[in-house]
């Protein structure tokens, strides 16, 4: 084992040290930063000022991961890390930003604590994750430059421009013929972004700026390209071979393949884009049809069959007619999940004030709705895209909506007069992270006993 000895006198705190992973940030400016070098650091420190002689407190070990670390109490008092008591011998994992707070004995108030801070990944560290690529390897066959916005085929898994692809799909399509890969003709049933390649794509052009392409042809290609969802694309009989199962359901993917509705039919050449609540398919629709979720921008085809005047599937899936309801209009008798953070004793604190309230679920939610709609509420933190867009009239998918109702009774619970709260849940005092506390996921205690329907007072890094 190697052991570091951490405890930097002052006099030596100014030189820094290239090896320096990372630090344990003291509260109090009197201190110095302890430095970690070793992946695996004794770290010996005095508590208090007054205090002269050191005593061994942790040792911290470097995680695999190289981000996190194993924080290991070598005392017998107790530490709180990131609001979580770790006894003597006990251990924890502490990431960029945990907070640690030695000789923790009650509220935690007015002690020393530490933030422990991951240094920037150095060179040395760089090295073990490189990768060799060539940029041969990264280029679209159909404009021959490194890829831009990359999208992947399937079943051949070849990668394009997506401007490129785009066009080429359009282009099969009007001829009404299977789409073929650009590259090796086999017949395409799949296309989406892949946000693996593009990730690298970028790191290519970073490296090499020769390989970037003026920002006159990005705009170009931009325009052409229209994959923004997963795409299945349907192919036609004549194609398939006879010996694949099902192959008969799979000629037909949605109910406009089989009827038309609203003036639309597919056709054996139309792409599909699957849902992401109900997994069923509908036609990729070029003008202004809403097939996506506001909230999210995820394929959603609630919104789809509601334009379409669809409200059953019969035999195809699709999303239950509850959520092809504008948000005004739906229906809620059971707490979302996703309320309150998830945190079922708040959750259950709101239905009980609700109850002593003499109203209903759906009446409260009708009423923040409204005030939602007359822009009575600051909607910054509202956890959706485009959350100035929603309103009364909006189509979200289920999850989307969860999420708006949890920013209603957020409201509701944070301007609700305080005697429809039970004396308990009133004598709570707040957690110093309010909704964004992470302790409140994992430790049952923590989430009973604090009061989470706040804004975080500290902790910015949460
Ligand atoms: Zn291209
Ligand atoms: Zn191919
Ligand atoms: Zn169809
Ligand atoms: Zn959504
Ligand atoms: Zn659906
Ligand atoms: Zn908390």
């Known amino acids: 084992m190697e052991r570091g000895e951490s405890s930097t006198p002052p006099s030596n705190s100014s030189v820094s040290n290239d090896n320096v992973w990372a630090k344990l940030v003291p509260s109090d400016s009197r201190y110095s930063d302890i430095e970690l070098t070793s992946n695996e650091t004794l770290v010996c420190s005095e508590i208090s000022i007054s205090s002269s ?51 923790f004995s009650g509220d935690g108030e007015g002690l020393l604590r530490y933030r422990f801070k991951v240094m920037p990944a150095q060179e040395s560290d760089k090295k073990q994750l490189n990768i060799v690529l060539d940029a041969e390897h990264a280029k679209c066959s159909i404009c021959l430059n490194v890829w831009h916005d990359v999208v992947t085929v399937a079943p051949c898994l070849h990668n394009f421009c997506n401007g490129c692809f785009s066009e080429w799909l ?65 192919t036609s009989r004549r194609k398939r071979s006879r010996s694949v199962p099902d192959n008969e359901n799979r000629e037909v993917a949605c109910r406009q393949c089989a009827t038309e509705f609203a003036g639309y039919k597919c056709n054996p050449s139309t792409v599909h884009l699957q849902c992401h609540g109900c997994g069923g398919m509908m036609p990729s629709r070029t003008n202004n049809v809403p097939q996506q979720c506001l909230g999210c921008d995820r394929a959603f085809c609630g919104a789809y069959w509601h334009a379409q005047g669809v409200a059953r599937g019969d035999a195809y899936p699709i999303c239950s007619p509850e959520t092809f309801q504008p948000i005004a209009e739906r229906i809620t008798t059971r707490m979302p999940f996703w309320v309150h953070e998830k945190n079922r004793h708040e959750q259950d604190i709101t239905e009980s004030c609700i109850q002593r309230m003499g109203s209903s679920l759906q009446d409260v939610i009708s009423e923040w709705v409204t005030k939602m709609e007359n822009q009575e509420l600051d909607r910054t933190f509202m956890q959706l895209n485009h959350a100035e867009l929603i309103t009364a009239r909006t189509h979200t998918c289920n999850d989307c909506y969860g999420k708006i109702v949890s920013f209603l009774l957020y409201w509701f619970r944070i301007t609700m007069p305080m005697r429809f709260l039970s004396p308990e849940a009133s004598q709570r005092e707040d957690c110093w992270y309010g909704y964004a506390c992470r302790t409140q996921h994992h430790n049952e205690e923590h989430a009973r006993k604090r009061n989470h329907v706040c804004r975080p007072t500290r902790g910015t890094h949460r």
Not at 65 to 76: E, P, Q
Request: hydrophobic share 35%; net charge neutral.
């Open 170 to 234: 359009r282009r099969s399509q009007e001829k009404r013929a299977d789409v073929l890969c650009p590259q090796c003709r086999s017949v395409v049933q799949f296309v989406g972004r892949n946000h693996f390649l593009h990730g690298i794509e970028e790191d290519l052009l970073q490296a090499d700026d020769s390989l970037r392409r003026s920002a006159e042809e990005i705009a170009v290609l931009d325009s052409y390209a229209s994959i923004r969802s997963p795409l299945v694309m349907s």
């Open 53 to 103: 002689g050191k005593s061994e407190w942790c040792r911290i070990t470097r995680n695999m991961d190289l981000v996190s670390a194993t924080f290991h109490n070598r005392r017998g008092n107790k530490v709180l890390v990131d609001e979580i008591v770790v006894r003597g011998d006990d251990t924890a994992v502490i990431r960029c930003g945990s907070e640690i707070i030695p000789g």
